[in-house]
């Protein structure tokens, strides 16, 4: 909603920036604007540890998820509340730049969102900077699906779209939904190019909806982040010490998959092909799979942060 800004922090929480988190853990108030506040936006109630946080909601809870979200709770519409807010301060003078500098302007707009270092397993991509690829080639106006699990935390970060043109999957954070969402925000914007990121193991769910999309001549773009595996889970296991080879099933051929159902396919495995394989698929009529194959090793923010690895 507020992306145009060059102070907007983008997303709270278990998809956060690394400049968000530091920022908020500098915070001495945090003001949440019809915001839930449950426990995945408030990292378990460590994302604000000195500040004083304030709820305006029309109905607030106090607890959710066993977590108390605030120390005082505004009852109101929240427009209504933050325009009165916002008169009471502007006749008050008050003024505080704060920490709003062109320093934290530039980190804001040029640090990546994850900066951790990871290896990369050969033949395969970082997610993160295949995300930056996408989000630089892709226009603005372009239909985004977010499919759930843990490559939802990698196109969670793309920048500048409206939100009514980005459509997230997070019920129960169940996977497999993802390409059900694609053909219905297709059959309900047929003229909009539509584009679904999703893990490997949530297409597998439903991999038949392939000659679904085949018969109803949907051109839909579904980008795979191939990991051969279930994501969140093999993540899970290693941070507890545990075999995680129930949740391998290795790196298939996606493309080959959907050439099968009369689709379109390509197997990528190099930045480079990104753009060219973009180029393929508008200047054709059926949907494309792109079957990207992404590093194991990479582990989102979000998981690192609820499963640490295991101490030495």
Same mark, same amino acid.
């Given at each position: 909603?507020?992306?145009?800004?060059?102070?907007?922090?983008?997303?709270?929480?278990?998809?956060?920036?690394?400049?968000?988190?530091?920022?908020? #853990?500098?915070?001495?108030?945090?003001?949440?604007?019809?915001?839930?506040?449950?426990?995945?936006? &408030?990292?378990?109630?460590?994302?604000?540890?000195?500040?004083?946080?304030?709820?305006?909601?029309?109905?607030?809870?106090?607890?959710?998820?066993?977590?108390?979200?605030?120390?005082?709770?505004? =009852?109101?519409?929240?427009?209504?509340?933050?325009?009165?807010?916002?008169?009471?301060?502007?006749? =008050?003078?008050?003024?505080?730049?704060?920490i709003r500098t062109p320093a934290l302007a530039r980190r804001i707009e040029e640090e990546p969102a994850d900066a951790m270092d990871f290896a990369i397993s050969p033949g395969t991509l970082d997610p993160r900077e295949v995300t930056a690829d996408l989000d630089r080639l892709m226009p603005a106006d372009w239909d985004m699906i977010c499919g759930s699990g843990h490559s939802s935390?990698?196109?969670?970060?793309? =920048?500048?779209?409206?939100?009514? #043109?980005?459509?997230?999957?997070?019920?129960?954070?169940?996977?497999?939904?993802?390409?059900?969402?694609?053909?219905?925000?297709?059959?309900?914007?047929?003229?909009?190019?539509?584009?679904?990121?999703?893990?490997?193991?949530?297409?597998?769910?439903?991999?038949?909806? &392939?000659?679904?999309?085949?018969?109803?001549?949907?051109?839909?773009?579904?980008?795979?982040?191939?990991?051969?595996?279930?994501?969140?889970?093999?993540?899970?296991? #290693?941070?507890?010490?545990?075999?995680?080879?129930?949740?391998?099933?290795?790196?298939?051929?996606?493309?080959?998959?959907?050439?099968?159902?009369? &689709? #379109?396919?390509?197997?990528?495995?190099?930045?480079?092909?990104?753009?060219?394989?973009?180029?393929?698929?508008?200047?054709?009529?059926?949907?494309?799979?792109?079957?990207?194959?992404?590093?194991?090793?990479?582990?989102?923010?979000?998981?690192?942060?609820?499963?640490?690895?295991?101490?030495?």
């Open positions: 909603m507020f992306d145009g800004n060059p102070y907007s922090l983008s997303i709270a929480g278990g998809f956060a920036r690394d400049i968000c988190v530091e920022v908020c #853990r500098e915070a001495d108030l945090a003001i949440a604007i019809g915001a839930s506040l449950s426990s995945h936006t &408030l990292y378990h109630g460590s994302l604000f540890p000195q500040a004083h946080v304030v709820q305006i909601d029309t109905h607030p809870v106090g607890y959710n998820h066993g977590t108390m979200v605030a120390d005082e709770y505004l =009852r109101g519409d929240a427009a209504k509340t933050v325009v009165a807010l916002d008169e009471s301060l502007a006749a =008050r003078g008050h003024s505080a730049p704060g935390s990698f196109h969670a970060q793309m =920048r500048r779209r409206a939100p009514g #043109r980005y459509h997230a999957v997070r019920e129960y954070g169940a996977i497999g939904n993802g390409i059900s969402l694609a053909m219905g925000v297709k059959a309900a914007k047929p003229t909009s190019q539509v584009v679904l990121f999703d893990g490997d193991g949530s297409l597998l769910m439903n991999v038949q909806e &392939l000659e679904t999309i085949r018969r109803h001549g949907m051109k839909i773009l579904i980008c795979i982040y191939n990991d051969g595996a279930f994501g969140s889970e093999i993540h899970v296991l #290693r941070s507890e010490g545990v075999e995680d080879g129930e949740a391998v099933f290795g790196r298939g051929d996606f493309g080959a998959v959907a050439r099968g159902f009369g &689709l #379109r396919g390509r197997v990528i495995t190099e930045r480079e092909q990104l753009a060219e394989a973009l180029e393929e698929f508008v200047a054709g009529d059926t949907a494309m799979v792109w079957d990207i194959h992404v590093s194991d090793l990479v582990v989102a923010p979000n998981v690192r942060r609820n499963h640490p690895p295991p101490r030495a």
